[in-house]
């Protein structure tokens, strides 16, 4: 009987018996190690990493090769968790589709005509305002322009009237036939005066108008 229980015993603790017991074979003195020079690991965890580090490699290949494919493995995050440099290349985005160059190629209406004199450079005669009523007209050709009638113009020869408010020279040269210059690249003229009012004339080589100022915009054949 005893000589049985020892042969239960060697079988319950050998590795290639079918009556291998691991519980026993953990507290036994008598197993038989297959390589004596295993090497002994602490846990589990750290045999996965060691022994089946092909099948490892072999995962981190497959994801390669989905992401070669197209599907991307980067995480995506909602719009509140992006960064700060996610959101600024989103608003820049937006801001180059959006800008004035691209409105004014989808113009409609009368602002489609505009660009139609803008694209074909024909001139324009734009009559401007004042408080009171019509102040003049702007001869130019459209460089620029927005959905509230600012307009870039270029080439410009401006002609307006306004109230007399200096004294007219007692001697000299008559006040028809006088040059004044506002600043230092632009001379203006006086075409006319009758004492109260005055026309003036100045050519600009651009002009920033303001949509409020527009009162008309004609084309000159």
Known sequence: MAEEADS???????????????????????????????????NISKFESVVLKGCIIKASDSRARLKKEGESSVRRFLPHQESTRAV?????????????INRMQKA???????YLYMENKIRVKVY??????????VEAYVAAFDRHWNLALEDCL??????????????????????YTIDHTTK??????????????????????????????????
């Open 8 to 42: 239960d015993s060697g079988d319950s603790t050998d590795v290639f018996s079918e009556k291998f017991d691991s519980f026993k074979a953990l507290y036994s003195d008598k197993v038989n190690v297959p390589v004596p020079d295993a090497p002994i690991f602490d």
């Open 88 to 100: 600024n290349d989103q608003r820049q985005q937006r801001f180059s589709e959006k800008n004035v």
């Open 108 to 114: 409609l209406g009368p602002l489609a005509v505009l």
């Open 128 to 137: 401007t305002r004042n408080a009171n009523g019509l102040r003049g007209h």
């Open 158 to 179: 401006e002609l307006w009237s306004r109230k007399i408010k200096r004294k007219a020279p007692a001697l000299g040269i008559p006040v028809s036939e006088m040059k």
């Open 188 to 221: 203006t003229i006086v075409k006319e005066s009758n004492g109260k009012l005055e026309t003036l004339e100045r050519h600009v080589p651009q002009l920033l108008l303001r949509g409020e100022q527009v009162a008309l915009i004609v084309k000159i054949d």
